[in-house]
C-alpha cells in the first residue's frame, strides 16, 4: 500500500514552473530518495506534501485519501533543510512546545522526551537554550522535535548536514529503525553515496520534472553499461584476448574492463579465460553509481531543455 | 482552537518571563511621572538670566522687580564701556534704556551673547510695557489705589453637561496628553515587538517548521494574541499603580495633616495638595475613560499589529529592508500623534473629530479627546462611529496581513516589490 500517491502535481511561478506535472507514489515503510541538482523543485515539491503550500493542478493522497492538511498534519514530521529552532528557548521548552503543536498532550510529550533524550545521551541539555549549543548538537535536538510525535511519513531534507561521522551515523540508524518499525521517510539530499546506502527507491527531478523513478538496485541496473572488470593472476598475451565476446575496454595493471558484446552472455567471459587457462581472482560487474546516473540524467535533461529552447 | 493558545502561551510567556518586561513594565510610569516633575526639578537659578540694566534717564529705577527666571540689576556705568565687560561680571545680557519722554518713547536695545530667547523678550517687553502704561495713566489723572481697584482677577470655572459636573480643562489636558501619548508608544512598541517575533521567525527558518505543523494564519495570530496579552498585563499593572495611588496616597496625605498638626502651614499645604489630588481624580469619569482606554490599546494594537507581522514577514535577513519597509506604517502612527497634540488643545475642531475616528489615528487621538468628557465633547455618535470603524480596521488589516504574512515568511533571498505584494493580497488561497 502506498503513503503517500502524487497525481500530475502542477506549482507554476510567475518566472518559472517550479513543479511541472509530476507524479510517483511511495510504498509504506520504505525509504525513498528525492533527489535533484538546486532549483530543481524539491522544496515546492516537499511543501506541497506537507500541506505548506497548494498546488496548482494535481492531487496529493496521503493514505489512500485526498491529502487533507489539517488533520493529516499531525502523521507528518518535516525537518526542513534549514534548520529552524527558537534560539533563546531552552531545548526541553522548545521540544515540548513542537510536541505539543503537533497534537501531543503534555503528559505523552513529557514521556517522549525522556526515551528519545536518553536514546541520544542529551538529557542534561534539557535546560541548555539552543544558542548554547553547536550546530550538530542543534541538528539532534531538530531530529527529536521531528520525529517525537511518532510520524507516519517522515520528510528529512539534507538530515546529514553538519553532523560528524559519529552523530552522521546515529540518525542514519535511527532512520533505519523508524522504517523497520513501519514509518514511511522521504530522503532529500545531494550526497548520493548516502542514497545508495540507505534509500529503496528514488525519484529524480530536474527543472520542475520527473527524469528518473524506480527502485535503487533497478535504476543501476537500467543505466549500467554492461562492463566487467577482471582481475588476473598474469597478464596473457594479446592473441589470447581475441574474441567476439566482449571487447577491451581498459587495460589495468592486473587485469582488464571489459564490455560485453550484444547476445553474449556473462559466463562467456569466464569460459573464454576458462578455456585458456588463465587465472581469474576477481570478476565483477561494474554497476554505475547513484551519483553517475544523476549527472548523466541531469546533464542530459538540461540538454534536452537547450534544445527545446 | 487549541493549536493556537499553544502557541499564545509561548509568546506570552517567553515574553513575560524575561526581566526586561518587569523592568520596563516598573519603569515607564516612573518615566512618565519623572517627565512631568523633571523639568520643574532643572529649573534652578544657573538658568536664570541675570539681566544688567542701564537706565539713563532713571525712569525704571526700583520698578523692575525680579520675577521667575530674571533678575534685573541696575548698574550705574558708561554703555560703552560695560557692553564691553557685561559678560565677565556675570549678567547675561545686558538692557539700555535710552534717555527717554513718556510719549515718545526710544529704541531699547538688549545685548547679549546668543539670540534673545523668546519668553525673555515677551515678559521683559511686558514689564516694561506695563510700568509705562501705569505711568501714562498717573499722568491722565488715575489715582494708582484706583488702578489697583480696577484690575480684575478672573478665573472661570467650567461646568460642563447637564449634570454641571465641575471639570478641569487643565487636568483632561494632562489626562488627554498622557493617554493619547501612552497609546502611541504602545503601537509603536508592541508592533516592533510583533514584527520582531515574526523576523526572528522567519531568519531563523523556524517558520518552515512550525506552517508543517500549524496554519501560518494561527502562527501569526497566536503571536499578535500572545503580544497582546503581555501588554493587557502591563496594562492591568499600570492600572493597578494608578487605584493604588488613589486609595493609598490620598488618605495617607489625609493622615499627615492630622498628626502633622505642629506646623500649621504645612498642614495647610499639604491638606491643599490633597484637595487638588483628589479634584484631579474626580475631574476625570474613571469608569469610562479606563474600559476605553482598554478598548483603543487593544484595537490600535491589533489594527497596526497585523500590519507590522505583515512587514517582519517581508523583511529578509537585512535589517534596512526592515527600516525602509516599516515607514509606510509607523508614518500614520506618526500623523496621529501630531494630531493629537492638536485634539487635546481643540477637543472638538473637524480635525481632532475626524482624525478621532479614522482607524489608522483613531486610538491616539480619540484617548485625548475623552478626558474631555463623554458625551460632552465626544457625542456618542463619534465615539460608536470611531469604535466601529476600528473593528472594520482591525479586521480588514488582519486579512490582508495574513495573505501577505503566508506568502512572505517562506519567501528568502530576492527583495519582494510592492507590485508582487499586491497579487498575494487579491490571489486565491
Given at each position: 500500500m502506498n503513503v503517500l500517491e502524487l497525481q500530475h502535481l502542477k506549482k507554476y511561478y510567475a518566472t518559472h514552473r517550479a513543479v511541472d506535472d509530476i507524479s510517483f507514489s511511495i510504498p509504506k515503510g520504505s525509504i525513498f530518495g528525492l533527489l535533484g541538482p538546486n532549483g530543481a523543485g524539491k522544496t515546492t515539491l516537499l511543501r506541497m506534501i506537507t500541506g505548506i503550500i497548494y498546488p496548482d493542478a494535481g492531487e496529493v493522497l496521503f493514505d489512500g485519501r485526498p491529502f487533507d492538511p489539517h488533520n493529516d498534519i499531525q502523521y507528518i514530521g518535516y525537518m526542513p533543510e534549514e534548520r529552524g529552532l527558537y534560539?533563546?528557548?531552552k531545548v526541553g521548552e522548545q521540544v515540548m512546545y513542537l510536541a505539543q503543536l503537533k497534537g501531543l498532550s503534555a503528559k505523552e510529550a513529557r514521556q517522549k522526551i525522556d526515551y528519545w533524550f536518553n536514546r541520544f545521551e542529551i538529557t542534561s541539555w534539557s535546560n541548555k537554550k539552543i544558542e548554547e549549543l553547536s550546530k550538530g548538537m542543534q541538528q539532534k535536538v531538530q531530529f527529536i522535535s521531528t520525529v517525537m510525535h511518532h510520524p507516519k511519513l517522515l520528510i528529512l531534507d539534507e538530515p546529514f548536514s553538519g553532523l560528524d561521522p559519529i552523530n552522521s551515523q546515529l540518525i542514519q540508524d535511527e532512520i533505519f529503525q523508524l522504517a523497520k518499525g513501519g514509518t514511511t521517510i522521504i530522503f532529500s539530499t545531494h550526497r548520493m553515496e548516502q542514497v545508495e546506502e540507505i534509500c529503496d527507491h528514488i525519484v529524480l527531478v530536474n527543472k520542475g520534472k520527473k527524469v528518473l523513478d524506480g527502485p535503487v538496485k533497478q535504476i543501476r541496473q537500467d543505466f549500467k553499461h554492461h562492463l566487467y572488470r577482471v582481475s588476473l593472476e598474469s597478464m596473457p598475451n594479446?592473441?589470447?584476448?581475441?574474441?567476439?565476446h566482449f571487447t577491451i575496454v581498459k587495460q589495468h595493471e592486473n587485469g582488464y574492463t571489459v564490455k560485453i558484446n550484444e547476445y553474449s552472455k556473462t559466463n562467456d567471459i569466464l569460459a573464454h579465460f576458462l578455456h585458456h587457462d588463465i587465472q581469474v581472482t576477481y570478476f565483477e560487474e561494474i554497476l554505475p553509481t547513484i551519483h553517475e546516473v544523476f549527472i548523466q540524467q541531469v546533464k542530459t535533461t538540461d540538454m534536452e531543455a537547450a534544445a527545446v529552447n | 482552537m487549541n493549536k493556537i493558545w499553544i502557541i499564545i502561551k509561548r509568546e506570552f510567556l517567553t515574553r513575560v518571563r524575561k526581566k526586561s518586561f518587569i523592568v520596563t513594565t516598573l519603569l515607564l510610569p516612573i518615566l512618565f511621572a519623572s517627565m512631568i516633575v523633571l523639568p520643574s526639578l532643572f529649573i534652578n537659578s544657573d538658568n536664570d538670566e541675570k539681566v544688567a540694566v542701564i537706565d539713563d534717564s532713571g525712569f525704571f529705577a526700583g520698578k523692575l522687580p525680579d520675577e521667575k527666571g530674571i533678575h534685573y540689576n541696575f548698574v550705574e556705568a558708561k554703555l560703552d564701556t560695560f557692553k564691553k565687560s557685561y559678560r565677565d561680571r556675570g549678567y547675561t545680557g545686558l538692557l539700555h534704556i535710552p534717555k527717554m519722554d513718556i510719549n515718545r518713547l526710544p529704541a531699547i536695545v538688549y545685548y547679549s551673547k546668543g539670540q534673545m530667547p523668546f519668553s525673555l523678550r515677551g515678559s521683559m517687553e511686558k514689564r516694561l510695557e506695563s510700568v509705562i502704561e501705569d505711568k501714562r495713566m498717573e499722568m491722565a489723572g488715575i489715582d494708582k489705589s484706583k488702578l489697583e481697584d480696577i484690575r480684575a482677577d478672573i478665573s472661570i470655572e467650567n461646568l460642563a453637561g447637564e449634570a454641571e459636573k465641575k471639570g478641569s480643562s487643565t487636568v483632561a489636558y494632562i489626562v488627554g496628553w498622557i493617554s493619547g501619548f501612552l497609546i502611541y508608544i504602545v503601537l509603536l512598541v508592541f508592533g516592533m515587538m510583533v514584527m520582531r517575533g515574526v523576523m526572528e521567525e522567519k531568519t531563523n527558518r523556524i517558520a518552515e517548521v512550525m506552517v508543517s505543523s500549524v496554519k501560518p494564519f494561527q502562527l501569526m495570530m497566536g503571536k499578535i494574541i500572545g503580544i497582546a496579552g503581555v501588554g493587557l498585563v502591563q496594562f492591568i499593572i499600570w492600572t493597578a499603580i494608578i487605584i493604588g495611588l488613589r486609595l493609598l496616597l490620598l488618605p495617607l496625605l489625609g493622615a499627615d495633616t492630622d498628626v502633622s498638626a505642629a506646623g500649621q502651614m504645612s498642614a495647610n499645604a499639604s491638606g491643599k495638595f490633597k484637595e487638588q489630588m483628589e479634584f484631579v481624580f474626580n475631574s476625570i469619569d474613571w469608569f469610562s475613560l479606563l474600559p476605553l482606554f482598554l478598548f483603543y490599546f487593544l484595537g490600535g494594537y491589533l489594527f497596526y499589529a497585523a500590519l507590522f507581522a505583515a512587514v517582519g514577514s517581508l523583511v529578509n535577513e537585512d535589517p534596512n529592508d526592515a527600516q525602509s519597509l516599516t515607514f509606510p506604517i509607523t508614518l500614520p502612527i506618526i500623523v496621529a500623534i501630531i494630531i493629537m497634540i492638536q485634539a487635546v488643545v481643540k477637543p472638538t475642531s473637524q480635525l481632532a473629530v475626524w482624525g478621532s475616528i479614522i482607524p489608522f489615528t483613531s486610538p491616539v487621538v480619540m484617548m485625548a479627546r475623552i478626558p474631555y468628557g463623554v458625551p460632552g465633547t465626544v457625542p456618542y455618535w463619534q465615539l460608536g462611529l470611531s469604535m466601529i470603524s476600528l473593528i472594520a480596521g482591525f479586521l480588514a488589516t488582519t486579512w490582508v496581513a495574513a495573505k501577505i504574512y503566508r506568502t512572505g515568511i517562506l519567501m528568502y533571498g530576492k527583495k519582494v516589490t510592492l507590485g508582487e505584494v499586491g497579487k498575494w493580497i487579491f490571489r486565491k488561497s
Open positions: 534560539k533563546k528557548m594479446p592473441a589470447q584476448m581475441a574474441t567476439h | -
